[in-house]
């Protein structure tokens, strides 16, 4: 009987301390219209990202009911890739092109993509944070025409979420991602003067 519950107790430190993978991906079907809809059509080079992350390894990680670490959050898709198709997406759903080549090249870092869980009494508040630095360089000048800082944040509180809400928490994160890229008058007043 020592040696059964030896086992599963060995089994279930395991089973916590693999990884759980996470299939992060944006709503393709959202609307995301900002004021880049605005302008003619730009052909767009699909980005080139950098991860920058300080950990690049996971996303996030498993906690116990005492806030202790129990295992690692990863996604499915490079970070990298789902950052790009992202970005692609706010382009092209505001009318423009993205592809191996065009007028202008996207070139950035992802600075931070985490699933952070801060447990209180009652509650998990699970909160997703997406963040990355782009610039923006015109190919005919080869002159950087804009740069910001973009991010994402989803947060949402439970008495209790695993792997359907991590998926959810950091998939609603990318698709405000999109909407700070599409919503910045800025990048839009740089790109008119073209």
């Known amino acids: ?21 996470l299939k992060v991906n944006h709503d393709e079907l959202a609307k995301y219209d900002g ?11 699909k980005a080139q990202l950098a991860d920058k992350r300080a950990n690049k390894t996971r996303i996030g990680v498993k906690k116990n009911g005492f806030g202790g670490e129990i295992g690692d959050i990863v996604t499915e898709n490079p970070v990298d890739e789902i950052i790009l ?7 092209v759903k505001n009318g423009h092109i993205v592809s191996s080549s065009g007028r202008i090249k996207i070139e950035g870092t992802i600075t931070n993509f985490w699933l952070e869980m801060d447990m209180n009494a009652f509650t998990v508040e699970f909160i997703g944070d997406v963040q990355c630095e782009l610039s923006f360089i015109d ?10 800082e973009y991010s994402g944040h989803y947060a949402e509180k439970k008495m ?3 792997k359907k809400t991590w998926q959810t928490v950091m998939s609603k994160a990318v698709n405000n991602l999109i909407e700070d890229l599409v919503f910045d008058e800025d990048l839009k007043d740089a790109l008119e003067d073209l």
């Open 1 to 21: 009987m020592k040696k059964i519950l030896l086992l599963v107790s060995i089994f279930i430190l395991q089973a916590c301390g693999k990884p759980t993978t």
């Open 35 to 45: 004021p880049l809809k605005e302008l003619v059509e730009i052909s767009f080079q």
């Open 85 to 91: 198709n992202a970005i692609s997406t706010a382009l």
């Open 139 to 148: 190919t005919e000048t080869g002159k950087k025409i804009y740069s910001s």
């Open 160 to 162: 209790a979420g695993a």
